[in-house]
Nanobody
Framework: QVQLEESGGGLVQAGGSLRLSCAAS????????MGWFRQAPGKEREFVAG???????????YYKDSVKGRFTISRDNAKNTVYLQMNSLKPEDTAVYYC????????????WGRGTQVTVSS
């Protein structure tokens, strides 16, 4: 089983930026579709961004509509790490962000991190 550890969450003002990192514990990372989900208080968990393995960058990333153009997902296979660069943050982006491995579409995943809190103040 892949173990995932997120870092980089915190408190930021609206319009600011944060970069989340997720380190995977196993080499399986290189062939797994990785992603980020989030869950705000009182709401269901939702997909944010995903990145497939492979080198065709134009087609291997995909995003929730509301974060397109603001968030960028990337991966470093040599470091077994996936990143989520979040720019132009909005209060509605406030949530616990979870790293996930082996995504099943945009609704679930085979492996999950424990989550990191992102709070955007207005």
């Amino acid at each position: 089983q892949v173990q995932l550890e997120e870092s980089g969450g915190g408190l930021v003002q609206a319009g600011g930026s944060l970069r989340l990192s997720c380190a995977a514990s196993r080499r399986i990372f290189s062939s797994a579709t990785m992603g980020w989900f989030r869950q705000a208080p009182g709401k269901e968990r939702e997909f944010v961004a995903g990145i497939k393995s492979g080198i065709r960058l134009s087609t291997n990333t995909y995003y929730k509509d509301s974060v397109k153009g603001r968030f960028t997902i990337s991966r470093d296979n040599a470091k077994n790490t996936v990143y989520l660069q979040m720019n132009s943050l909005k209060p509605e982006d406030t949530a616990v962000y979870y790293c996930a491995a082996n995504l099943i579409g945009t609704t679930n995943a085979g492996d999950w991190g424990r989550g990191t809190q992102v709070t955007v103040s207005s």
